[in-house]
């Protein structure tokens, strides 16, 4: 089955301590992303990237940090800089050929809970 | 900047008809998208149209745009109590990048 994944479901960590948030796709997608979810406020984009090697900061990048070393897969790390990290993450992919549209794909999320 | 409104939320009767509006203010959009979300998950896919449509319908969903407006909205036959979730309208900025500009979210409440 092609899909995205994202481990784990719900992490807890405690505030001063970096996480490491995972997203795979085996959809064969150039393109991916992360978004931060909050209550009320929509999905709000963390980074993204459209080829490996190369990644750029969406409107809120302050506090994160991501590489894309494979096609495949595109961790995000939250850093102790990030003010309010607990969330709801979600990741997702794209092809980057306009005949085929731009839809993304999501993942189940991860919710980050940071006490 | 883009930007993508929605007003949040619905409250419709189990069998009815629900229409769920969306406002967005780029020019140069090609697709814009529907989609949904259940408590707890991820987005899913629902429908797009492209921006030269002026109607889409896929079942119980049918989507209207009307590009002089910059007013898009989806209705939805028939709703069901499954049909309760979160609905994000969603805007391709186009350019160089994939990017998704998303509204708000309108949450749907169906009431049995």
């Known amino acids: 089955d092609g899909g995205i994944t994202q481990s784990p479901k719900y992490l807890f960590r405690k505030e001063g301590q970096n996480v490491t948030l995972s997203c795979e796709q085996n959809?064969?997608?150039?393109?991916m992303y992360w978004y931060r979810q909050d209550p009320g406020q929509g999905l709000r984009l963390i980074y993204y990237?459209?080829?490996?090697?190369?990644?750029q900061k969406g409107d809120i990048a302050e506090g994160y940090s991501v590489s894309r070393e494979k096609k495949e897969s595109f961790p995000l790390t939250v850093t102790s800089a990030q003010k309010n990290p607990t969330a709801f993450y979600l990741c997702a992919s794209s092809s980057t050929y306009s005949g085929l549209g731009y839809e993304q794909y999501f993942g189940p999320g991860t919710r980050l809970t940071v006490t | 900047g883009e930007d993508v409104e929605q007003s949040l939320f619905l409250s419709v009767r189990e069998g009815d008809s629900s229409v769920i509006n969306c406002t967005y203010t780029?020019?140069?959009?090609?697709?814009l998208y529907w989609y949904k979300q259940e408590p707890g998950a991820g987005l899913q896919l629902l429908t797009y149209?492209?921006?030269?449509?002026d109607m889409k319908q896929d079942q119980r969903l049918t989507v209207l745009l009307n590009k002089k407006d910059k007013h898009l909205s989806l209705r939805i036959a028939d709703t069901q109590t499954g049909d309760s979730a979160i609905y994000f309208c969603a805007d391709s900025i186009g350019g160089a990048t994939n990017k998704l500009i998303f509204g708000t979210g309108t949450l749907l409440a169906v009431q049995p």
């Open positions: 990237s459209q080829i490996v090697n190369d990644f």
């Open positions: 149209i492209f921006s030269n449509m």
């Open positions: 780029d020019s140069s959009s090609t697709y």
């Open positions: 959809l064969n997608h150039d393109a």
